[in-house]
């Protein structure tokens, strides 16, 4: 047992940092360790500090923590950093989602991503050169293009990790099917992942999912109950044609990501992700904002309440989180497998640059993590689904990456509702220079007269 | 110096089979050789059978002819089979093209090419069956996608073959250069390359352009005389703007291709191409349409006038055509130079499937085709322009090698101006159930409710 030091960059939100201390506090083997709490706003640090040091002590754990908001303290002698930070928070997402709405974008065309690979980059270049040793895993998104700049920009260990892969025990649930006996393999690029092989004791499940699709889906859409939340995205309408699309079931956050087609509008969205308009409509994203709103006023009191234990609230039960048994595992050799972003070292996602970062299984142990190497994808995914996205990242880690306006443009020009050239630079114009975006305008310096 | 028997299919394009047949009467390496002129049009082929007959016997070239509708006859025992075939000729392309445009898809959305796709590989397997150590040069377009598809369903050799390349020479000629002290490398897919070296001198050529840009462009691009042809495209604004965005000179028919935001109506193509709209406006292409009729004409009228040789309308020089001088290089060992469309085996352009067709320099001689490998394409090139090129052409192939619909539809899907599902589905359907398109429809199978 090594106790190790954590640093969570973006640790004012709560939950994560709650969820955190209290997988730290279940994984035995790194009790005694030490975790640096860093964030920009210190009333959160103080808030989450004090959560972290009730839980710990609550539940026995030796935990160690530190809160500062100066990045390159957190860093120093980290073993592991964690990026969870949101640049600007939601505030400046939504901002940028009502600018590009303005220009002719509906619902916005994830601008904010851009800015948040930026900042990534600066914090690997922080690691590279404060902690060179350490592993950074990045949490906040956009994993996949986020993760690809960093490892095609830096020399740090970066591994990239979401939940979106559980979404099999949705379509498994969904299907009646006893979740132990369910297996599942889930290649592809984060927020872009199929159902490659899908087994119900070890017998190919697709069809059970067919009967589900011929006999059950129509009365599973037209419900509109409780059970049918913004997060509910895994078996909607969409999800389904998708899977009729690609020949692949796609998973997690997938289904709200692949097709134009599905979004033009809110009646179009509901058409496809019922009657919320799923996770990405103005009505669910809505929803999803006030919950996490609720939920941080929830963790709030539940820190500042001195007579009930926290430990009620988070209790000791491993989350769904893959980030502390993955450290536990590389610190001290607990083997296993897990669904990892990682480049495509030799090949584990055939057809793809080796410094593309693709999500997997991996085999994490006291050796490092090594990608499960994939059989190539079906043709028809390669050429309806993953060059069409592998395009789209290219576009936007190379104009990073090269710091190209140019690029940048040609993003913005794929979008399928950019309708000239003109639109485009207007947008592009605006969104740079906004205070707010005072970086990344000087990464791309003076917009070019077209 | 040995004979050979080669076929063309498509031979009724009297311009085409009289430029090869002048050809073949200038290399001398291949006179006595066999030619059979295959096509579906009996009046057609006799006319060029009449000009080819003449040409031979007024050059002394020995050739001998053949002409047949039957395209099994053709290519029994032929060494070369050329094919030069537009199915339906231009009043399908035509057709198709109206169709689109009903649906919303301004100039059409080249549909023809995939009907033309689909009976490249007809041929090929029949050659597979027939003449099986055949060269196949592909002159018909699409030759990227075309030679791409063959190559991963046959056997065969396939040769794509494309006189764009010598757009450097435009640019030269515009810039003032001589000719004989200009090299150019301009790698890439057909129809999508890129001057990525160009010298006088020895000397890189760039700078010289980037003059011209500065002082001249705008004064060239004011003039609307008769210089300025439907086919002028290669010093437009738009090649121009595209060497900004890129990096890269685009060369020859790459500036028509490259950017919808150049076509979005005749304005904006006037506006980027000149006062006609470029090669792709409806005045442009009328222009095309009717110069290839007046052609076809006078060929007529020369191949009947038995007063006068034909060789004064064919004299005997060589073309600009690199087929015969190709054929001569592979027969008789007479090693040269030449821009070809040959699959990316042994990475020839880094970072692409080496069953990708690709336009390379390539070393003919009678050992066969040798690519010149080339270094990586810039990372703004490889971004900004190859790989989403890629990504339309393995769509396009692999609709047509799976028999795909849904590969079809994302195809249409992938199209800019496409506004929703059912447009996209609505155009296929109406496509698929012509008439004309019926070994389409049987391919694709029915459509798939939506």
């Not at 040091?53 to 390159?72: C, H, I, M, Q």
């Not at 234990?309 to 988070?314: A, C, L, N, R």
Request: hydrophobic share 40%; charged share 20%.
């Amino acid at each position: 047992m090594s106790t190790v030091k954590i640093a969570i960059i973006g640790a004012g939100s709560a939950e994560f940092s709650a969820g955190l201390v209290r997988d730290l506090c279940v994984n035995v083997g790194l009790h005694g360790s030490h975790v640096t709490f860093m964030d920009i706003d210190p009333q959160r640090l103080d808030m989450v500090a004090l959560l972290a040091e009730r839980l710990s002590d609550e539940l026995d754990a030796g935990l160690r923590f530190e809160k500062t908001v100066d990045r390159t303290q957190a860093l120093r002698g980290a073993d592991f950093v964690i990026n969870t930070a949101q640049v600007g928070g939601h505030a400046w997402t939504e901002a940028q989602r009502a600018m590009a709405e303005r220009h002719g974008y509906y619902r916005g065309l994830g601008l904010h991503n851009l800015g948040q690979a930026a900042f990534f980059l600066e914090v690997a270049r922080d690691i590279e050169r404060i902690c060179p040793n350490a592993w950074l895993i990045q949490s906040a998104n956009p994993v996949f293009e986020g993760c690809t700049l960093m490892v095609r920009e830096t020399g740090v260990k970066v591994l990239g990790l979401c939940h979106g892969h559980y979404g099999y025990r949705s379509v498994a649930r969904v299907l009646g099917l006893d979740l132990a006996h369910v297996s599942a393999q889930i290649p592809g690029f984060n927020h872009w992942i199929w159902l490659t092989d899908f087994r119900y004791s070890g017998q190919d499940a697709y069809p059970l999912l067919d009967e589900w699709i011929a006999s059950e889906a129509e009365a599973y859409w037209a419900r509109t109950d409780q059970t049918r939340t913004y997060g509910d995205n895994q078996m909607t309408r969409a999800a389904i044609h998708q899977y009729q699309l690609f020949g692949c079931m796609p998973i997690g956050d997938t289904p709200r990501q692949v097709g134009w087609w599905y979004h033009t509008d809110l009646a179009t969205k509901q058409r496809w992700y019922g009657h919320l308009g799923g996770f990405d409509s103005e009505i669910g994203w809505q929803q999803y904002l006030d919950r996490q709103y609720e939920r941080v006023q929830q963790i709030e009191q539940v820190a500042t309440e001195w007579d009930a234990p926290v430990s009620e609230t988070f209790p000791p039960v491993q989350s769904g989180e893959q980030i502390v048994p993955i450290i536990d595992a590389l610190v001290n050799d607990v083997s296993g497998l897990y669904q990892v972003n990682i480049p495509n070292r030799g090949q584990i996602l055939p057809g793809f640059p080796e410094d593309l970062v693709v999500e997997c299984q991996g085999m994490v142990s006291g050796a490092g993590i090594r990608g499960i190497a994939q059989p190539p994808l079906p043709r028809k995914l390669m050429a309806g689904a993953m060059i069409p996205r592998w395009e789209r990242a290219e576009l936007f880690v190379e104009a990073l990456r090269g710091r190209e306006r140019d690029l940048l443009l040609l993003y913005v020009l794929g979008d399928p509702r950019t309708a000239s050239l003109k639109q485009a630079n207007a947008l592009l114009d605006e969104w740079l220079s906004d205070p707010r975006n005072e970086r990344l305008a000087l990464l791309f310096g003076e917009p070019r007269p077209s």
